[in-house]
């Protein structure tokens, strides 16, 4: 049914929970599995006086977590697996990197957040829902 997922993380309780779940998914499909950190652009940007180190160190904690999570899926038996790191909006990486790699299926974390929290914040599983081609599973942290 599915031959290439992919699953996006920052890292968070959320990002770790889809990944189990896209590991799984991946397993059961015999799919490939690809993850994906985006660097948001804007953090960065508002982040100190030298966003160039800021970001360095952002991107390399996203690759920390990639790196981690491609570990996790190879260990329990996920043949192929890639892993990316990318600068931009979070939103628009994911749905640019379905389109670029040919993904069926899109895993992402949420925080469950309702009510102003989430119309404050904004959700990016929320975006991929509304702008992806692709079905979008929304993966709860408990």
């Known amino acids: ?26 397993d059961d499909q015999g799919a490939e599995l690809h993850v994906l ?13 030298s966003p160039a180190a800021t970001a360095e160190s952002m991107e390399e904690a996203g690759e920390r977590v990639v790196a981690e999570a491609v570990e996790l899926a190879e260990e329990a038996g996920v043949s ?11 939103h628009e990486e994911i749905v640019e990197y379905v389109d670029e790699h040919d993904i069926d299926l899109v895993v ?3 925080h469950g957040r309702t009510g102003l929290d989430r ?4 959700s990016v599983a929320e ?8 079905p979008v599973l929304t993966v709860r942290s408990n």
């Open 37 to 49: 950190n985006v660097v948001e652009v804007q953090t960065v940007e508002s982040m100190g006086p």
């Open 80 to 90: 192929d697996v890639e892993g990316a790191t990318v600068r931009g909006l979070p």
């Open 108 to 110: 992402v974390g949420t």
């Open 127 to 134: 975006k991929v829902v509304r702008l992806s081609s692709v």
């Open 1 to 26: 049914m599915y031959d290439r997922i992919l699953v996006a993380t920052d890292g968070s309780d959320a990002a770790g929970a889809a990944i189990e779940e896209a590991i799984d998914l991946a």
């Open 119 to 122: 119309l404050l914040l904004g």
